[in-house]
């Protein structure tokens, strides 16, 4: 597996640094490699991907999972998308445990939660990404976070947690199609999943030689 440190094998189209609490989306073509790196650990990067030519075809999280075999995603686990194609395939992931039940921090589930108003989201961060690209609020699907953990125990309680990625943790998604990515780098306060501090992450796309 590539050092932490290391950068992507091949031609780096993009490389840019993604704020604390801010969206960031592209399209990511077959063959070439998105990773997001978690700078400074323990922030989680929700994530949100659609078929580039016919957005209607996207990333599923119940196939997803029943496909795997698993609520975590890990090296080797394929993004399906709501026609059972493949959208990404992790290819490598220097964290694991990467959640796909815990969906996006919103406006509404923070006021419920924890009787905050008006505060930043991943939601109407997915919403400003999608916006550019003519998606809205109906587009918004159950989200992979990446970084993010979320067990589940045997009696069914689930919660977030502290994350388990260190600085420098990465994960790299091959596409498989070419492949529109929305992220939201999230700005929650009010849980474990940013360790209550949301820092910058990096996103690099990467043609392999």
Known sequence: MPQKNEPPAGNILTDLV???GAPWSGTVKQGQIL???DLEGLQAVDFLCYNAHDPAERYCAADTMKISGSIFLEKNTILYSNLANSLFTIAEDSCGYHDTIGG?????????????DATPNCRD???RGLEPHGLSRKDVVANIN???YVPVEADGTMGIVDGRSKPGDFVDLRAEMDVLAVLSNCPQMNNPANGYNPTPIR???SEPA
């Open 18 to 20: 993604v704020p604390p």
């Open 35 to 37: 990773r997001i790196v």
């Open 104 to 116: 996006c921090c919103s406006l509404e589930s923070n006021r419920v939660r924890y009787g905050a």
């Open 125 to 127: 961060n997915f919403l």
């Open 146 to 148: 990446f970084f993010m």
């Open 203 to 205: 996103v690099i796309i």
